[in-house]
Structures are given as structure tokens and as C-alpha cells.
């Protein structure tokens, strides 16, 4: 049995100028997050390190500078105004390399914020829908606070925790947040059907949430004996593995399994996941390893961008120098796709923003960050079909890549990266 406290009782334990981990994406327990940030006032100098989180994050109010300052690995919505206002900033970090900050204690953490499902008979909880790097952030924090919440699932895999590892206690009986299911737009049809194309029976997928990858997912319905091993997923695969064509009868590693660090998505996820053995939860530096997901036979990574320049180069992290979002995993499985046998490594992205402008450019804008580099990109997908970049020269790739984007750009998109090269010479 297991002695419960209240929110504002448990969070006493932050100390100024103390270093806290909060629980990733749909597990960042808000309960705790609320009573963190109501000691503004008598705290000082507080260091909130987080992946992406959803739900509220009041510490990040720029009011409350002189309390917390916001170390973001990924940047999410809910904190990005705070890299301008001075009190955040950004880690550039592979997600598969996070747990090993806390492991050698690059940063040491004074308390980590975790959000569990109750207790079973023998005392074990699970992290539910998000393990990361909280297992690290366990095991090397001073003090361990969980919100324990029915509502969380119980999921199978290594985020299980003995109720022993846990320092506070504070109950709650709060829904987790989720994100609807949107159809996809006739853009991000043609490219699912492109990228679906390109993916064979027996593949292994890798795919985040959003509309494209739910574009891809609806063109799979055909395919056979497809695998998952991936940082996230959402809805999108529900219906593919209760149809048997995601069942993982041909991976590798985790065979017969779902693998995924984090989840996000509807109530009908939350529910499909918990207590189910088919899904398995792992930390961030087991799934996005490269050295286990190049062992899956044709490894098929999915990844979208900001921008693609006509080398190949993929900003994925900033918008020019303002950082947007961050490295992330994408990195790990473009790499761990590229070094298995038959793997397939694509990026794919509408040809123009929603303001006309083009994503294939002659050259990133100035201070953009190159998360994949011109060597690690295999395929670029567009509505306007596929630019096979892998084993192609320079002068090649320029070709494929005017011929991907939008009509209206691609003369002057040529043209413009032409002259800048002569200037160069």
C-alpha cells in the first residue's frame, strides 16, 4: 500500500536553483506541473528540462522568469515563446541519447515529475503512454514525485516501476489529453500514396502522427505482414493491426511486437493500449538505437521537414535561425533505416507552406539547422512524386528535386541556386 499526499505538499521538495525532469507528451502530469508552478514566488532559479509536453506549462509564463527557466530537448507549442522571451532554451539532442544525459549525469536532476497508472497487487506501476527518458530520469533524480491516476494505461514493456522507486504519492483522476484524427487533405493523399508505393510487404514502419502519416496509413490496408518499430505512434495504426497487416510476424527485433517510446492520440488509442501485450514501451535509447533498428529487414523511416535544399540537405529543427521543434529521433531511424537490409529512409513534405512558399529550396535559409545531412537522405516525397536522392550526384539531385517541387517555383528555384554557384566559383 502506498501513502498518498497532496500536489502542493509533495512539491515543497523543489528547492531553488534544483534541476527537475517532467514526464513527456500525453503524460506530463498536470497536476503536479500546477502546483510546481503556483511557488513562483518563493522559488528561484528552478531548471524544467522536457521533451515536447501537452497540456498547460504556467511555468513558462515569461512572469515567471526569475522562478524557472524552461530546457527544452525538443520545443513544443506550449513553451516556444519562451526562446524569444529569454526564459528558455534549447538542447540540441538525438532523443535515442537523452537517457545518457541523466545516466552520466551530464545533467544531474534534483526531482523528476512522473505521471503512472495505479499500483497492481504487487506493486508496480507503469509509465503508461510515455517511457523517453524518464527510466533514466528515475533512477538518477534525488527524489521521484508520481501522479498516480486510474485513467493512465497500463502498458507492457520496460516502463514498469515498483511503487519503492517512488518518493511522493499525489492521486488524481484526470483524462489525458489527446489529439483527433483528421483526414487527410488531397495534398497529403498524393503523397501517402507515393510514400505507400515505396513501402513492400514485410516492411518495418517508422511514422510520427500528424496528417501525412495518417495519409500513408489509410494506403496500407493492402499490404502484408508490415512491422512497427518506432518513437511514437497514434489511431492511425489501430485498425492495420487489428486487420493483421501491422502483426510484426517479420522484425527482427521485438518480433511480434508494436515498439514505441511514446503514444498520442484519441481515447480509443488510450484504451486499445492498456493491458495490451502486443503494444511493448521502451526507453528513448532502446527504440531510436540505431544499432536495433538497422537489424529490422527492410526498415522503412518516415520523416517530414521544414525545408529541403536542392543537395538534399533537411532542416527539420528551425525555421531559418528560430528554433521550431528539434532533432528529435529523426536522425536515428533515417540512420538505422539506411543500414538495414532493404531499409528506406524518407522524407516527405507538402512542395509549399500554407503562405505558397516553397519547401524545396535552392539553399536553407540563413542560421537553418541540417538535421539530416546530404549523405543520410534516401528518398524526398512531395504531392508532386519522389526524388531518389541515394547514389546520386550533385547535379542529379538538383534535377530531382526541381522536378518534386511546386509547379509555380521550380524555374526560379533552379535558377537561383545556378547563379549562387557561379558566384561561389
Known sequence: MYKTVSAEDALKVVKSNNRVYIQAAAAAPQSLIKALSSRHEELRNVEICQLHTEGEAPYANPEFKDSFHVNSFFVGKNVRHTLKAGNGSYTPVFLSELPRLFQQRILELDVVLIHVSIPDRHGYCSLGVSVEASLAAIDNAKTVIAQVNPKMPR???????????????????????????????????????????????????????????????????????????????????????????????????????????????????YDYVDDNPFVEMRASNYTNNAAYIKQNPKMVAINSAIE???????????????????????MDFIRGASLSQGGKAIIALPSVTRNGISRIVPTLKPGAGVVTTRAHVHYVVTEYGVANLYGKTIKNRVKALVDIAHPDHRETIEKTYFELLKEVV
Do not use: W
Open 308 to 330: 529541403v535544399d536542392l543537395t538534399g540537405q533537411v532542416c527539420a529543427d528551425s525555421i531559418g535561425s528560430n528554433i521550431y521543434s528539434g532533432v528529435g529521433g529523426q
Open 155 to 269: 502498458t507492457h514493456g520496460a516502463g514498469i516501476i515498483h511503487t519503492s522507486e517512488i518518493d511522493y504519492f499525489v492521486e488524481s483522476d484526470e483524462e489525458l489529453p489527446t489529439h483527433s484524427v483528421v483526414a487527410p487533405n488531397s495534398i497529403e493523399k498524393k503523397i501517402g500514396a507515393y510514400v505507400a508505393d515505396l513501402i513492400e510487404d514485410r516492411s518495418t514502419l517508422q511514422m510520427g502522427i500528424g496528417s501525412i502519416p495518417n495519409a500513408v496509413l489509410t494506403q496500407l490496408t493492402n499490404h502484408k505482414d508490415l512491422g512497427l518499430h518506432t518513437e511514437m505512434f497514434s489511431d492511425g495504426v489501430i485498425d492495420l493491426i487489428l486487420n493483421n497487416v501491422i502483426n510484426g510476424n517479420y522484425k527482427k527485433i521485438n518480433r511480434g511486437r508494436a515498439l514505441s517510446t511514446f503514444l498520442m492520440g484519441s481515447k480509443r488509442l
